[in-house]
């Protein structure tokens, strides 16, 4: 198993940016993969992007390409989310989630394991 902790969130201009860390418990955390979502005010959790156990690929929300960015660093056991050219519209409270069969998927219910949340609120 394996818990996760965001952080990173906050208040900020349309325009800025934004970096968000998931550091996970665990040793095997290599062996997981990993996806960030979203929840905007009233509205249903949506896939963001995720990411393969070694880091080789990453997939995205077509509202997110060319603006957002996930890595991860296995040897801290984190996963990012690199927010660049934030919108009104990516106000939303962002979720980490981990998956240990392998699943890169934009389904939520395929992801075993999830954090607390972190809010990003984005200003016009």
């Known amino acids: 198993q394996v818990q996760l902790v965001e952080s990173g969130g906050g208040l900020v201009q349309a325009g800025g940016s934004l970096r968000l860390s998931c550091p996970a418990s665990?040793?095997?955390?290599?062996?997981?993969?990993a996806a960030w979502f979203r929840q905007p005010p009233g509205k249903e959790r949506e896939f963001v992007a995720s990411?393969?156990?070694?880091?080789?690929?990453?997939y995205y929300a077509d509202s997110v390409k060319e603006r957002f960015t996930i890595s991860r660093d296995n040897t801290k056991n984190t996963v990012y989310l690199q927010m660049n050219s934030l919108k009104p519209e990516d106000t939303a409270v962002y979720y980490c989630a981990a998956d240990a069969t392998g699943y890169t998927g934009r389904d939520a219910r395929r992801y075993a394991y999830w954090g607390q949340g972190t809010q990003v609120t984005v200003s016009s």
């Open positions: 665990g040793r095997t955390f290599r062996s997981y993969t």
């Open positions: 990411i393969s156990q070694s880091g080789g690929s990453t």
